[in-house]
């Protein structure tokens, strides 16, 4: 992906990649951590590895490949990855409130997120 795909396919393939269904077990399975965790039980790890290093591993690869391919302008790729990593975790506890984001809100993010990395049009 990282030598053909543009960003809007890669957007693309993140948005879809997740039914909203399976988005919605996710995000309740997330939440339940999270109390869990706050309530002292200790999950921390299980949150680690279902948001924060899953999309280290997804991302960081990839955007860096695209660094090095000149496919898009260099960036702070683990700072990316904090700021994406937050707002999926954000929207995932949101939507087990009465404050929960529609998938075109999430859409939305996704894409603005992405609209900060600059193509290079190789």
């Known amino acids: 992906m990282a030598e053909t795909a543009t ?7 993140l948005i879809t990649r997740f039914p909203e269904p399976q988005f919605d077990l996710l995000s309740k399975i997330v939440s339940i951590a ?3 965790f706050s309530a002292g039980f200790g999950n921390e ?3 680690r590895e279902t948001i924060f290093d899953f999309h280290k591993r997804l991302f960081k690869p990839l955007l860096c ?5 000149g496919r898009i302008e260099p960036m702070d790729v683990d700072g990316f990855n904090t700021f994406y ?3 999926a975790f954000g929207a995932t506890l949101l939507n087990n409130t009465s404050l929960r984001i529609s998938r075109d ?3 939305a993010g ?13």
């Open 7 to 13: 960003l809007d396919e890669l957007v693309s393939r």
């Open 34 to 36: 999270v109390r869990e």
């Open 45 to 47: 790890e299980f949150i």
């Open 65 to 69: 490949r695209m660094i090095e391919l």
């Open 85 to 87: 990593t937050c707002y």
């Open 105 to 107: 809100e999430w859409i």
């Open 110 to 122: 996704v894409t603005l997120a992405f609209s900060l990395i600059m193509q290079t049009g190789k």
